[in-house]
């Protein structure tokens, strides 16, 4: 079980790389096999962050059978952070039914509502409400 966690000098392990790359059928054999689902790159990303920061909905919701939704980066950034900094509206919407902590601020003081917000990824009203 040891390969299916193996790194490269980044930390990417491979569940990281299939996150990357977009190969959903894969990472459900990898975590069968053992891969830790929220494994650490250097920059403390999970792969559920590189999906997300990829903004690949299949591979997202592949993750969401026990990844921590709510892991902070070495920036301070949640998965959410990165749906909101990229413009991932889909994935976005999708993360906001697994009720994750959306006040929880990076390292520059803005949760992924502030980030949302910025981008214009969410609009603001009496409820949240996506463009």
Not at 41 to 67: K, S, Y
Not at 76 to 84: A, D, W
């Amino acid at each position: 079980f040891e390969i299916v966690n193996c790194t490269n000098s980044d930390g990417f392990t491979p569940l990281h790389l299939a996150a990357s790359e977009g190969h959903a059928p894969l990472i459900d054999i990898l975590i069968k096999f053992g891969a830790q689902i929220d494994a650490r790159t250097n920059n403390f990303r999970t792969p559920l962050h590189i999906a997300c920061l990829r903004g690949n909905l299949t591979v997202i919701q592949a993750f969401l059978h026990g990844a921590d939704i709510n892991a902070k980066d070495i920036d301070g950034n949640t998965p959410c952070h990165f749906c909101s900094e990229y413009g991932h509206r889909y994935c976005l919407k999708f993360l906001l039914t697994k009720n994750p902590y959306l006040y929880a601020n990076n390292n520059e003081d803005k949760s992924a509502i502030d980030v949302a917000i910025s981008g214009e990824i969410l609009t603001v009203s009496s409820n949240f409400n996506f463009t």
